[in-house]
């Protein structure tokens, strides 16, 4: 299952952006989807994730300022940012959890990630 994440920018801050990940592939179901970001010189810690139920998760710093949503018709997930601080700066990574078929048409489990994209909050 790939991931192409878009959305990723410089902004200042206070402003906003809009990310978004799309997945395709043999698709049976995607369970989970959520962003991670990795600062410079850190680990990769996760933003917020939604279940296919659409009950959503955040981390405590981006509460109230990020929206995660999911298309589930789309295998899309979206990360709506406002109010960006400095501090946000990272890429960002899209992430996928479920069940595919692989090429002997077997269901199988996958967990899979987007190639990232820069989010950039400087004045």
């Known amino acids: 299952v790939q991931l192409v994440e878009s959305g990723g920018g410089v902004v200042q801050p206070g402003g906003s952006l809009r990310l978004s990940c799309a997945a395709s592939g043999t698709i049976f179901s995607i369970e989970v989807m959520g962003w991670y970001r990795q600062a410079p010189g850190k680990q990769r810690e996760l933003v917020a994730i939604?279940?296919?139920?659409?009950?959503?998760n955040y981390t405590d710093p981006v509460k109230g300022r990020f929206t995660i949503s999911r298309d589930n018709a789309k295998n899309t997930v979206f990360l709506q940012m406002n109010n960006l601080k400095s501090e946000d700066t990272a890429v960002y990574y899209c992430?996928?959890?479920?069940?595919?078929?692989?090429?002997?048409?077997?269901?199988?489990?996958?967990?899979?990630w987007g190639q990232g994209t820069q989010v950039t909050v400087s004045s």
């Open positions: 939604i279940s296919s139920g659409g009950s959503p």
């Open positions: 992430n996928a959890k479920g069940f595919h078929y692989d090429a002997y048409a077997r269901l199988r489990e996958f967990n899979s």
